[in-house]
């Protein structure tokens, strides 16, 4: 049992060091990725806590968006419903990975640009994340709407989690390391 432990702990300082959990941009990434927390729960504290909003209905904020009290027990656009404990845990648990998996390419990253997209999906995730395990579905609560058709409803997690992919798909074709690509393929 003691030589197996020893290769337990071989084996997780192997992978510890072949990846690394700190980089130059963690601190960055991490502090968005708070920002864009603390931003969601403050929103959703107030909306709901303060402001009351699940006992007022449907409220017309501008002729295109209306907040509502929606509660999302799936996956973005309601998909994949999560109606039992164990649809819940196993949503929760994913989302969970999926932001350590970003946390660990946030610690590879040397660029401020994708640090702050990582941060931003993090912080979101998080957020919703937080809402599956306190409540068992996620608090959502603006509404688009425009000629009678009515897009699905979100948060403030949301938009954070939208925005750092809109930032990394800005990254992937504008970003430094597209930049190198485009400029290496033109030397012949």
Same mark, same amino acid.
Not at 9 to 29: C, E, F, H, N, Y
Not at 53 to 80: E, H, Q, T
């Given at each position: 049992m003691?030589a197996?432990? &020893?290769s337990?702990?071989?084996?997780l300082?192997?992978l510890?060091? @072949?990846?690394?959990?700190?980089g130059?941009?963690?601190?960055?990434g991490?502090?968005?990725a708070l920002?864009a927390?603390?931003?969601d @729960?403050?929103?959703?504290w107030?909306l709901?806590?303060v402001? !009351?909003v699940a006992d007022? *209905?449907v409220?017309?904020?501008?002729p295109?968006?209306d907040i509502?009290m929606?509660?999302?027990?799936?996956?973005?656009y *309601?998909?994949?419903? /999560?109606?039992t404990?164990?649809g &819940?845990?196993?949503? /929760?648990g994913f989302a969970?990975?999926v932001?350590g998996?970003?946390?660990l390419w946030?610690a590879r990253v040397?660029?401020?640009?994708l640090?702050?997209?990582? *941060?931003?999906?993090?912080?979101?995730?998080? *957020?919703?994340i937080?809402?599956?395990?306190?409540?068992?579905?996620?608090?959502?609560?603006?509404?688009?709407?425009a000629? !009678?058709?009515?897009?699905?409803?979100?948060?403030? /997690?949301?938009?954070w989690?939208s925005f750092g992919v809109?930032?990394m798909m800005y990254?992937?074709f504008f970003g430094p390391?597209?930049?190198?690509s485009?400029a290496?393929k !033109?030397?012949?």
């Amino acid at each position: 049992m003691n030589a197996k432990s &020893r290769s337990v702990k071989t084996i997780l300082s192997d992978l510890v060091a @072949r990846t690394p959990l700190w980089g130059p941009m963690s601190v960055l990434g991490l502090v968005i990725a708070l920002l864009a927390f603390l931003g969601d @729960r403050l929103s959703k504290w107030w909306l709901m806590d303060v402001y !009351g909003v699940a006992d007022r *209905g449907v409220i017309k904020l501008l002729p295109f968006l209306d907040i509502v009290m929606a509660w999302n027990k799936g996956i973005s656009y *309601g998909l994949f419903q /999560a109606e039992t404990g164990t649809g &819940r845990a196993f949503l /929760a648990g994913f989302a969970i990975l999926v932001s350590g998996a970003l946390y660990l390419w946030l610690a590879r990253v040397n660029q401020r640009l994708l640090s702050v997209a990582i *941060g931003l999906i993090i912080g979101g995730a998080l *957020g919703n994340i937080y809402d599956r395990l306190i409540f068992g579905a996620v608090a959502d609560f603006f509404s688009p709407h425009a000629f !009678g058709y009515y897009w699905y409803i979100f948060n403030v /997690a949301d938009v954070w989690i939208s925005f750092g992919v809109i930032l990394m798909m800005y990254d992937t074709f504008f970003g430094p390391d597209a930049k190198a690509s485009r400029a290496g393929k !033109g030397k012949v």
